[in-house]
């Protein structure tokens, strides 16, 4: 096929935007477990969550049957101001690899806070503001939730209070500081500003916290202050609802081209770009309509999907958090600490979890020098420096279009570029020093950490 038949970049009309999320869940026949009370067991009513999180987003957290949700107008006016994101054909790449796969990718990284995290944050300010609260408090891992939510806070007049994960808050000063120009505090996480953080410090003295502590004090920073909600940037159902933007926007942008994507990749931390990105694709799938290859891609380090176990556990390691059902390394695990932050969580979506259970999808797990070796790879040849997290997709992609080239397939693949990796440049030093490592967690240690997995009937 000539190069000029499909062009290197395809971006939507704004009028071509979507003007509703869509919900997966609508057509998932097995719905995804729901949260529940770890005092009583019972699934939690919309008013036990109104106490942590802001109300319309509780409706959309419990919101199973609804397929479609308007985004409202003040939203999709700020998505217009970075989106749509484009969709790219990696021609270079391609030629780079001498595979006959075709190889596409949305980028969600032309924005400020450098990733697609602000596709989230804008709608949960939008909603916290609503409720006239006062502001919001959230934890934040490699920084770019914490970034995305100071932005969408500032833009909206609203407070912001983050806890960030200590080593990042240590490695990623940058990021604080951007947080920073846009308003927010920042608190690196185990603190001693919180009773939950006192007790973790206390228990694993020295460590390097992860984004299951800085829940934990983020939560109850936000239920000891009145007018504060919390926000979360991933793992939630509502979330995976707002991020379905990426893929309604590819799913539109590659139908418009006539292309059907054989094999869609996504990294994997929560669940949230990779939720949003199949979320059309997977819909046409559950419904019959279509099939599609759908792949996971997490670290070696924090393997939730490929070596967790599928049961309910606390989405914080302070356990003041409700409990999820979905595939965990156990909330009490706290990986090493690899560079890519944003995927440095013990568990995974429910929605993801119960497709992935139900065979709808497949994971896989990559190491970190790997993951390095195909970042650099593709900044050289497609121009734009992703981040860790992203590159873990790239790593797939680059290895299925390697395979196609033994076989001669001409498969054609979609893989999310979730952000871009300027803040993330400590990281890069490591690999080009030859200093990066890889601590792959051993079976007994995964066992110990299950093994502490609340007993649920
Ligand atoms: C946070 C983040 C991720 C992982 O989070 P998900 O919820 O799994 O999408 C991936 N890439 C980037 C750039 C991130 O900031």
């Given at each position: 096929m000539s190069k000029n038949t499909i062009p290197y970049k395809i971006y939507l009309e704004e009028n071509e935007m979507p003007k509703a999320w869509y919900n997966l869940r609508a057509d998932m026949k097995n719905k995804p477990a729901p949260?529940?009370?770890?005092?009583?067991?019972?699934?939690?009513?919309?008013?036990?969550?109104e106490a942590v999180f802001c109300k319309e987003l509780v409706a959309q957290e419990l919101d199973n049957d609804t397929p479609l949700i308007d985004i409202p107008l003040e939203i999709r006016d700020f998505y217009k101001?970075?989106?749509?994101?484009?969709?790219?054909?990696?021609?270079?790449?391609?030629?780079?690899?001498?595979?006959?796969?075709?190889?596409?990718?949305?980028?969600?990284?032309?924005?400020?806070?450098?990733?697609?995290?602000?596709?989230?944050?804008?709608?949960?300010?939008?909603?916290?503001?609503?409720?006239?609260?006062?502001?919001?408090?959230?934890?934040?891992?490699?920084?770019?939730?914490?970034?995305?939510?100071?932005?969408?806070?500032?833009?909206?007049?609203?407070?912001?209070?983050?806890?960030?994960?200590?080593?990042?808050?240590?490695?990623?000063?940058?990021r604080r500081e951007v947080m920073r120009t846009y308003g927010a505090s920042v608190v690196p996480s185990p603190s001693e500003t919180t009773q939950v953080g006192r007790q973790i410090l206390e228990r694993h003295p020295g460590t390097t916290g992860s984004l299951g502590c800085a829940i934990s004090e983020a939560v109850e920073a936000a239920a000891s202050e009145p007018g504060y909600r919390y926000v979360l940037g991933s793992v939630l159902n509502q979330v995976l609802l707002h991020q379905s933007v990426i893929g309604l926007e590819a799913k539109a942008a590659m139908d418009k081209y006539g292309i059907k994507p054989d094999m869609i990749i996504g990294c994997a931390g929560g669940g949230s770009n990779l939720g949003g990105l199949i979320a059309p694709f997977m819909g046409e799938k559950l419904r019959g309509e279509a099939d599609y290859q759908i792949v996971a891609v997490e670290p070696a380090s924090c393997?939730?999907?490929?070596?967790?176990?599928?049961?309910?556990?606390?989405?914080?390691?302070?356990?003041?958090?409700?409990?999820?059902?979905?595939y965990t390394l156990g909330s009490d695990f706290i990986p090493s600490a690899n560079h890519a932050g944003g995927l440095r969580f013990h568990g995974m979506s429910s929605i993801l979890s119960q497709l992935y259970h139900d065979g709808y999808m497949e994971a896989v797990s990559v190491e970190q020098n790997s993951v390095f070796e195909a970042a650099e790879q593709f900044a050289r040849v497609e121009g734009i420096l992703p981040a860790p997290e992203s590159a873990h997709a790239i790593r797939a992609a680059i290895d299925e279009a390697i395979r196609c080239k033994e076989t001669g397939e001409e498969k054609t693949i979609l893989f999310g570029l979730t952000g871009t990796g300027y803040f993330d440049l400590v990281a890069y030093e490591k690999f080009h020093n030859g200093e990066m490592s890889d601590e792959i967690p051993d079976d007994e240690m995964i066992a110990r950490s299950v093994a502490k997995l609340p007993k649920v009937e």
């Amino acid at each position: 096929m000539s190069k000029n038949t499909i062009p290197y970049k395809i971006y939507l009309e704004e009028n071509e935007m979507p003007k509703a999320w869509y919900n997966l869940r609508a057509d998932m026949k097995n719905k995804p477990a729901p949260l529940l009370n770890p005092g009583t067991g019972l699934p939690l009513t919309a008013e036990e969550l109104e106490a942590v999180f802001c109300k319309e987003l509780v409706a959309q957290e419990l919101d199973n049957d609804t397929p479609l949700i308007d985004i409202p107008l003040e939203i999709r006016d700020f998505y217009k101001m970075y989106r749509p994101s484009p969709l790219v054909r990696a021609y270079c790449l391609e030629e780079k690899l001498k595979t006959p796969a075709k190889i596409y990718y949305k980028f969600e990284g032309n924005n400020t806070s450098g990733s697609h995290k602000l596709n989230s944050a804008i709608a949960q300010a939008y909603y916290a503001k609503g409720q006239g609260l006062k502001g919001v408090t959230t934890e934040t891992g490699a920084g770019q939730w914490g970034t995305a939510l100071s932005m969408a806070c500032s833009y909206l007049d609203l407070d912001c209070k983050v806890y960030m994960v200590k080593v990042s808050y240590e490695q990623k000063p940058f990021r604080r500081e951007v947080m920073r120009t846009y308003g927010a505090s920042v608190v690196p996480s185990p603190s001693e500003t919180t009773q939950v953080g006192r007790q973790i410090l206390e228990r694993h003295p020295g460590t390097t916290g992860s984004l299951g502590c800085a829940i934990s004090e983020a939560v109850e920073a936000a239920a000891s202050e009145p007018g504060y909600r919390y926000v979360l940037g991933s793992v939630l159902n509502q979330v995976l609802l707002h991020q379905s933007v990426i893929g309604l926007e590819a799913k539109a942008a590659m139908d418009k081209y006539g292309i059907k994507p054989d094999m869609i990749i996504g990294c994997a931390g929560g669940g949230s770009n990779l939720g949003g990105l199949i979320a059309p694709f997977m819909g046409e799938k559950l419904r019959g309509e279509a099939d599609y290859q759908i792949v996971a891609v997490e670290p070696a380090s924090c393997p939730s999907f490929t070596r967790g176990t599928y049961a309910y556990d606390f989405c914080d390691t302070g356990h003041i958090c409700p409990l999820a059902k979905m595939y965990t390394l156990g909330s009490d695990f706290i990986p090493s600490a690899n560079h890519a932050g944003g995927l440095r969580f013990h568990g995974m979506s429910s929605i993801l979890s119960q497709l992935y259970h139900d065979g709808y999808m497949e994971a896989v797990s990559v190491e970190q020098n790997s993951v390095f070796e195909a970042a650099e790879q593709f900044a050289r040849v497609e121009g734009i420096l992703p981040a860790p997290e992203s590159a873990h997709a790239i790593r797939a992609a680059i290895d299925e279009a390697i395979r196609c080239k033994e076989t001669g397939e001409e498969k054609t693949i979609l893989f999310g570029l979730t952000g871009t990796g300027y803040f993330d440049l400590v990281a890069y030093e490591k690999f080009h020093n030859g200093e990066m490592s890889d601590e792959i967690p051993d079976d007994e240690m995964i066992a110990r950490s299950v093994a502490k997995l609340p007993k649920v009937e």
